[in-house]
């Protein structure tokens, strides 16, 4: 099984990730977690560049790095670690691509899609797209440590984000599930754990 996690900067994504892990390892599930960009050797080079806000990256750049990244991720960790039976838990994937690049100026979204269909990249079984409101968000993400190349973009960049993840959702109901990420922790992971069914 491969389950993917999705939301704009402060959704709340580590913190359920986390919950998970506990909850498989208690339960001794098989479970191998993982996120994008930045988990194979490669691409821990790659989302050094990727992040840095010294740099100045060109749309088509950024599109091709990031799924530089996601080759050498499906390709070193994540089908072996399908293929060995366990579960696989990424902290965002190609929606992701969908979400952020679709909406940088000159992007059209199909290009994003023929690359995905190109690279012939496992679908997930189950995507959770933790949804709240951008200024909520960024305000959870400021807490934290210093912003990053994303974080530091413009409201306008998330909130466009934001409305993609949303489209998305509508046009995959069957694979992607919205959660309010404005509900206590607790309550999101029972939300996640009715869905993945596992007893
Ligand atoms: P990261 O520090 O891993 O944090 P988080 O997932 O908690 O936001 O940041 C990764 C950044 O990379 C994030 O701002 C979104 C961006 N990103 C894309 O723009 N496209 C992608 O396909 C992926 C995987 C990430």
């Known amino acids: 099984m491969f389950i993917t996690f999705e939301g704009i900067e402060g959704s709340g994504k580590s913190t359920q990730i986390q ?23 490669v691409g821990k080079k790659i989302r050094s560049v990727l992040l840095n806000k010294e740099n100045k990256i060109f749309p088509q750049t950024e599109i091709f790095l990031i799924f530089a990244d ?26 992701s691509s ?7 100026e000159g992007v059209d979204k199909t290009e994003i899609y023929e690359l995905i269909n190109m690279l012939d990249l496992p679908t997930p079984d189950i995507t959770f797209l933790l949804d709240l409101p951008v200024d909520i968000g960024l305000k959870r993400a400021k807490n934290r440590a210093s912003l990053d190349r994303f974080e530091s973009e413009e409201i306008s960049f998330h909130e466009a984000v934001r409305q993609n993840y949303l489209d998305l959702q ?30």
């Open 70 to 95: 996601r080759v050498q991720h499906v390709q070193e960790i994540i089908k072996p670690n399908i293929n060995e039976g366990k579960i696989v838990i990424s902290d965002r994937y190609y929606d």
């Open 98 to 104: 969908i979400a952020y690049q679709g909406q940088r």
């Open 170 to 199: 509508e046009q995959n109901l069957e694979r992607i599930v919205k959660i309010d990420a404005l509900q206590t922790p607790d309550e999101i992971f029972s939300n996640i754990l009715k869905k993945i069914k596992i007893e």
């Open 19 to 41: 919950l998970l892990k506990e909850f498989f390892e208690k339960k001794a599930q098989k479970a191998f977690f993982t996120k994008e960009p930045g988990s194979s050797e």
